[in-house]
Every structure is written in structure tokens, then in C-alpha cells.
């Protein structure tokens, strides 16, 4: 258990992230037409991945995905690779701090310059995605510990509320049967792809034992279908495709009449104020981590040339965000659909090369 | 490093002055909103109730100004009324908003999209209609009052009285149940008696944009009843000529979508009632047989009511209870199920079943 619960909180941290990654949306685009059996095979799928890509890296213990690859592929092919897995990577926490940024703005703050914000969430991902991964891993718990009870407690609240309809969500329970649609099933497998963070840290986390990897399944599928019924409950069938952030909403229609706060939505804020800037940052940090060790290492261990590499490469991942601050609203949507796309051939294509290793490996050493 | 960076943080810090930059003593908080139809055809006639901050809770003195603007946009006449007050507008407190009820007569959708489209103005903002004006309503200073508005917040959402005749609705239930197929809007109606009283007991029935029917008191304590568990209200029964009331200690109704033995679609109502003995016209000692006739007497009396509210609602065409959602969803035929509906619902009979049990006489036998 010692290590093996960074995985599990990886896991989570990615699958509860999903509402703010646009895997809602596309949810409840094909809400009458076949949400509920993507949902069911992107669970199937998720925890296939799971299965196979943790199963593929206990042959290489202690190793990052560059030092597998290293194996088998000469360094002309890896370069790329590792430059399309960073961007991808990029992408992930691009998608999450560019929504939330844009969430911060119209729930919290509007008056608040854009900028301002952007720069503030951009100070704390840069200094942190620096840290170890280790360090980061002890944070990641620290930020869950804090921030899971308070999406549970919203939960609660959500679902007891005697407003919820029932009726809604039921009627949408009739629309079951339709085939699944391969967008939505690769947006949901979204929650699922916490796992791909293992790509480097692997490489601290060398005595992974992992038992009961069926929960994660059970965990998704769960945080899945509130994610899908939840909202409709509180918008009906219909209206629910009208909001744009859809559990933002939700979360400001539940009213707290005994405690301090009486709007919901700012616990709900708080809570994935932590979980969004953590995520980003252990996306960028994977990213981070790809693309320095494409450089050699300094002969000279005194040598700044680290430093400056990492801070080059956050740099131009924090200029990227602030490129990107000028889409508008339905750019950046698609921008988060076409990720979610992208994402999962990516894994696909992740959990190949990783097959390939593996078989290499086999022949090596047989 | 560790300096460059603490000094960063620092920096940060003294932007962390709170209030987007606007003290609270540049803000003016508005309460309630209120929109009429303007005297121009197609106008708003927006109204606003604004709450001054002051720094003494103890010593609190009720301040409050409205402001009043017409424009053909409701946003406009917003805009405007920044220029007849020195302070910042601020809706982040907004709990409720009135539709003038000559307004709700044409159309709520207007107003609906522009409360929930803002991004400042909170989903848990009661909705509710004025009579005669929104104007009045919220204008209506209760002697009891001590907060700005705080009456109505606390009438409508339920944290002060718990009146059997107030149904509260949310901004996303209305907007949930105007474009929901299957079912059919509600909105709580609100009288001004003169400047320092309301009465809030009737209920207002939409179709999809505009009031359609106005439930009476009784109607909306019944209506409560049929859609809220645990209402806490008091219903008479008769027996021979001793008239007798009982309070319901706790309440709840379901109900079934049926076809009957003809072949015909049915809705069986089944209700359940704990109670009390309250109030009783004869001198008679309440006996164990008396309880139980008080409590079959009550049943009977609500079976009529209730029936009668049942079918008077199916006349009107309307469905507040959301029956047509009710049986989509537990029909699988999706494409033809709500014209399924539709033709069954003109033809629905009522069967209503009340368990109503008293099980005490009160403190006095």
C-alpha cells in the first residue's frame, strides 16, 4: 500500500477533473442518443487500459516511459514520439487551467481582469510543476484529502435534494439503448486515463504492487454516470443542454440553509480550485519531464543548464495559455473535444509502442 | 530562488484586497428585483430594492431606496439606474425576482433567460409573480422586518415560515420545467396588502410562457401536499355536526399511472397522513371510535378535495405535477411515447386514496 495509493490518487484526481474538461458536454450532446452505452464501454475500455498499461510497465520497474522506449527505438524515432506525447500532455493541463480561468471569471470574479487571473494560476503551476515528482506526489494527497470531501459532501447534497427530479433522470434511463457514440466514448474515457501519469512517475514509484484494480473500474463508472445524471436532474432532459458549464451550474442551484456559506457553489469552486491546479500541474510536469529528457544530461553537475531548460520548457507552455487566453468560448470547446479526441489515440498509441518494448524485451532476455 | 520567489508571493498578497477592488462601502446590494411591463407596449419597467450596508448590526435601522427605470431592454434599464445611485450596483445577493403579474400574463421567458443567462444573479433566486404590480410587492415594508427584504427571502424560500400555502421556485426549476416535455411551470403568487403586508397563499399555473391559471388558498395547500412530504398544515374533518380539525405531523402522497378494468388511463393518488387533534367544536370526551371516525372523516373530506383539484388541473390542459414526464420515464418507446401522452391525458380519470390516521387526541382527551 505505501506506494501503490499514488496510482490510485493519480487515478482520481484525473477522473474527478473530467467535469471540468468538457467530458460533460460531450456527454450531454448525445444524451438521447446513446450517452448511457458510451459511458459503459468507455468504462470497459478505461479499465482495459488500465489493466494492459499497468501490467506492461511492472516489466520495467523504476523506468520512465524514455527509458523503455530507449530499448528498442533508436533516438531519430524517439524524438518525435516524446515531442507529441509533451504537447499532448501540454494540452491536458492547457484545457483544464484555460476552463477554469474561464470559470473563475464568471462565477467568481467578473470584474476581474482576465490577465490578472491568468497570471496568478500560471505563478503557482510554473513554481510547482518544478518540484520533484515525489514531492508532488505527497502534495497530490495532501490536495485531495482536502478537496474530495468537499465534492462528496456536494454530492450529497445534490442528490438529497427533495427538487431533484427524478423523473428526468428516469426518462433518460429509457434512451439506454442506442449504439454508443465514438466521440462521447472517447471523451469518458477521460476519467479513466489517470493511470498515463505512470509514463514518468514510474520512475519513483519502482515497487508498485497493484491489487484490486477492478475498483477503479467501479470508481469511474461511478463518477461517470453522477457526472451525466446529476446535471439532469436539475435541468431536466432538455434545458440541461443550455448551460455552458453544466456542474458549475448544478453546483449553483444547491442551496446550504444551516451553514455559513448558503451557496454551494463556492465550496464546490474551492474544491476544484485545488483539484484543477494540482492536475495542471502534474500534467505539465509529465510534460516537463518528456521533453528534458530528451537533453543529455550535464556532464558538470554545478551546471544551470537543467534549470534553464525546465524554465524554458514551462515557459513556453505558460505562453502557449496565454496565447490561447484570446479564443472565445465555443474555440475553446472545441479545442477541449478535439483533445479528448486526440488524448486517446495517444494512449492507444502509448500502450503500443510500450507492447512493442515489452516483446523486445522478451526476445532479449527470453 | 527561495527570495525571488517569497518576494513574488508577497507581491501577490497585495492583491489579495478581497472585494474585486470595490470595497463594501462602495457597493450597493440589490435585494430584489422586480419587472413590469412598461407603459410603452413591449417596455420593462424594471424595479429595484437596494440595501445599504451599515456597520452596527446592533443598532440596525431598516434603510432601503428603490429605484425605478423604464427601457425596452431589461439590461438597459439597468445600466441607467447606475446613474441614480453613487455606488456600484451589485446583484450577488439578488433572492428573489417578481414578475409583475400583467407581465406573466404575455411572457416569462424574457425575463427567465436574462436571470439565469447573467452571470452574477445566483440559480437559488426565487421566482414569483406580484399582484397587482412587481412594483408594490416590493416595495411592501413588514413592521417585522429588520433586514431589507429579508420578509420575503424568508417567506419564499422556507427558513422562516413553514406555510402550507407558499411553494417556492427556483430560477433553474423554472427553467428546467419550461422546457421540459411532460411537464408544466409553477410560480407562487404574491399580493401587497397596502405598504406593510403581503400574502403569499396562491399558486399560479403556466403553460409554457404565461399564466394560464391561478389556484385558490385551498388549492394550494392541497397542491402542496401532493407534491411536498411533510407538509405541516391542518385539514378539517366533519363528524355528524361536530366540526374537528387535525394537524398532519407528516405527510406524503405518491402515485401510479394505471389503466383501469374498462381499458381506460388512470392516475392513483395514494396519500398518507399522521395527525393530531387541534381543534374541536363539541364538548365531547374523544373517545378511541371518535379518533378513528375523526380520521375516516378526514380522509373522505381530502379524497373529494383532492379529486376535485385533480380533474379541475386536467381540464385546464396544463400539467404542474409532471405526469407526462412521470410516464416517459417509465415508458421505453421514446419516439412515441409523449404522443402517447397526449392522447391519453384529456381522457385521465383520478382515483385518489387517503390513509389519513390520528393518532391523538391532542393534551386533552
Known sequence: ?366 | MRRLLLGIGLLLLCLTTGCEYKDIDRRIFVVAIGIDPGEKAGNFKVSLKLAIPQGDVTKIDEKMQILTEESSSISEALRRMKSKVEKELDYVHCKSLIVGEKLAAEDIRHVLDWAVRRRDIQLILNFAVGRPEALQVIEVKPPSERIPSNSLIMAMSGQGTESPFIASVYAYQLMRDIYENGKNPILPVIEAQGKEQFLINKIALLDKQKIRLVLSANETRLFNLLTRSNLRTNFPATVDDGKYQYYTESSSSSYRIITTKEGEPAIRYKIKIKGILEESSTQEIVTHSLLRQISDAGAEALNQEVGALLYKVRDSGLDPFGWGIHYGARHWNNSTEMRDWERLYPRLKFQVEADVGVKYSGMIR
Open chain 1, 1 to 366: 500500500m505505501t506506494q501503490n495509493r499514488y496510482f490510485y490518487w493519480l487515478f482520481i484526481m484525473n477522473s474527478l477533473i473530467n467535469i471540468i474538461n468538457f467530458v460533460p458536454r460531450e456527454l450531454m450532446d448525445t444524451r438521447f442518443k446513446g450517452a448511457q452505452t458510451s459511458i459503459l464501454a468507455a468504462v470497459v475500455l478505461g479499465t482495459a487500459f488500465v489493466y494492459l498499461f499497468t501490467a506492461l510497465m511492472a516489466k520495467f520497474p523504476g523506468k520512465g516511459i524514455q527509458e523503455i522506449l530507449d530499448t528498442a527505438f533508436s533516438r531519430v524515432f524517439i524524438i518525435p514520439l516524446m515531442v507529441i506525447f509533451a504537447a499532448l500532455w501540454c494540452a491536458a493541463g492547457l484545457i483544464t487551467i484555460l476552463s477554469f480561468i474561464d470559470i473563475t471569471l464568471r462565477f467568481i470574479s467578473p470584474d476581474t481582469g482576465p490577465y490578472l487571473v491568468v497570471l496568478g494560476f500560471l505563478v503557482v503551476v510554473f513554481f510547482c510543476a518544478r518540484m520533484d515528482s515525489l514531492s508532488l506526489l505527497y502534495g497530490l494527497e495532501v490536495m485531495l484529502g482536502i478537496s474530495v470531501p468537499l465534492i462528496l459532501y456536494t454530492l450529497f447534497k445534490a442528490v438529497t435534494n427533495p427538487d431533484f427530479s427524478w423523473d428526468a433522470v428516469l426518462q433518460i434511463i429509457t434512451y439506454f439503448p442506442h449504439a454508443p457514440d465514438v466521440k462521447s466514448m472517447a471523451a469518458a474515457t477521460f476519467s479513466f486515463s489517470g493511470y498515463i501519469n505512470m509514463a514518468v512517475f514510474n520512475r519513483v514509484l519502482p515497487k508498485l504492487r497493484l491489487k484490486h484494480r477492478w475498483i477503479l473500474g467501479v470508481q469511474g463508472l461511478a463518477v461517470l454516470l453522477l457526472t451525466f445524471y446529476v446535471p439532469i436532474g436539475y435541468f431536466g432532459t432538455v434545458a440541461v443542454e443550455r448551460h455552458v458549464y453544466t456542474w458549475f451550474s448544478t453546483a449553483d442551484s444547491i442551496g446550504i440553509n444551516t451553514f455559513i456559506i448558503e451557496r454551494m457553489l463556492f465550496i464546490f469552486y474551492f474544491a476544484y480550485l485545488n483539484l484543477s491546479l494540482t492536475s495542471v500541474i502534474i500534467h505539465w510536469h509529465v510534460g516537463k519531464e518528456l521533453l528534458t529528457g530528451l537533453f543529455p544530461s550535464p556532464k558538470n553537475p554545478k551546471s544551470k543548464a537543467k534549470v534553464w531548460r525546465e524554465l524554458a520548457i514551462l515557459g513556453l507552455f505558460s505562453a502557449v495559455t496565454l496565447i490561447l487566453m484570446r479564443l472565445d468560448q465555443y474555440q475553446l470547446n472545441a479545442l477541449g473535444i478535439w483533445f479528448l479526441l486526440a488524448r486517446w489515440l495517444g494512449e492507444l498509441l502509448l500502450i503500443m509502442l510500450l507492447f512493442y518494448c515489452y516483446t523486445v524485451l522478451r526476445r532479449r532476455n527470453p
